[in-house]
């Protein structure tokens, strides 16, 4: 076995490679290579939007198989809107990748991030994929995690140990993420790799399950973008029982999982472009799960609640006003709102607390915002961050 640059942390018969193509610009590592020695069961999770990257259709194409062994990323660029030629350029790298590696082009997934519209520059890529599959295991995930990144500001890694029985699995995660945040799935790419074994059917379930309570309930400024992937592959080189829903040692693997992901997501919207605040939203109370979601998503995506986080003002009745449009069964005389343990409002009226608020805000980069609206049982958390003049910045010269 191939030994990694850096072991430490990292499941069994994973492998990395860095190399720059220059694909947005010189001076940086901009793609990478995640390989698995032996075959392994995937599942994967990709946007919604209509609007779909060339990758991404791709991949959807090959996921029903559930097997997988590579992962090409690139950075730079989406390869989203390039037509006929962004699909050729996307199953050509799959391709390249199969034949240096000498596996079934059907085991090479292939994702790619960063300015939409414009195609990938196929030139400087071909010569790096053969440089990129020679230099395996000559890396890290930190440089993979380094690779992927576009306007964040840091690698985002998770890594986490698993008991199955006599034995000791790992699962580490990394992602890339920091705007264009809305769910379904959360704008981004993350790669999750396990030497666990876990059966097919089983693993899409448990990434389903964990995207769906993590990063599909993370906004930062509502956009939705077209090439949103979330892989997990499973190698199974721990050596144990595969593993199924009935199985002992499942809730342990997927409650492991579920801290990754939602980890992960916490890093992304620490991350978000200009962001000086990570706001976690939880709604309870509600009638039912849906409408406690519902309900979150409104106040996280109200610029007038990120705007008046990030000024420290505790303008409890902006909060009050997204819960009013939600569109939920809502009672304004029942709804109690919390700024961390500083309760607001009570019954829908101010409890004259807005000077403490004010000062939890401003002495916390991380705030919690609980709201009851003491119509049920049912309820949801949203992660989020405040919108500051940096966001605009970012923003306004991405292309440039």
Known sequence: MIKNKSDAGIPKGFLFSVAEAAIKKPGRKDIALIYSESEANIAGAFTTNKVKAAPVRLDIEKISSGKGQAILVNSGNANACTGMKGMQDAVETAELVSKNLKIEPSLVYVCSTGV????????RIRPVIAELSKNLGKSNLDKVASA??????????????VKIKNKTGTIVGICKG?????????TMLCFILTDIAVEEKTLNKAL??????????ITIDGDMSTNDTALIMANGMLGNPELNEKSAAYEIFKKTLDKITYELSKLIVKDGEGATKLIEIEVKG??????AEKAAFEVANSNLVKTAVYGNDANWGRIMAALGYSGIDFFEDKTAIQLGNIRVTERGVGTGKDSEANKYLKNN????????????NASAKVLTCDLTEEYVRVNAEYRT
């Open 286 to 291: 509600a009638v039912n799960e849906k409408a």
């Open 148 to 161: 992927i990144m576009t306007t964040d500001t840091f690698p985002k890694i998770v890594k986490k140990k």
């Open 178 to 186: 920091a705007g264009m945040i809305c769910p379904n799935m959360a």
């Open 116 to 123: 939409i519209g414009t195609p990938l520059p196929m030139d």
């Open 365 to 376: 980069r991380e705030v919690k915002i609980l709201i009851n609206l003491n119509s049920g």
């Open 208 to 217: 389903r399950d964990s995207v769906k309570k993590s990063f599909n309930r």
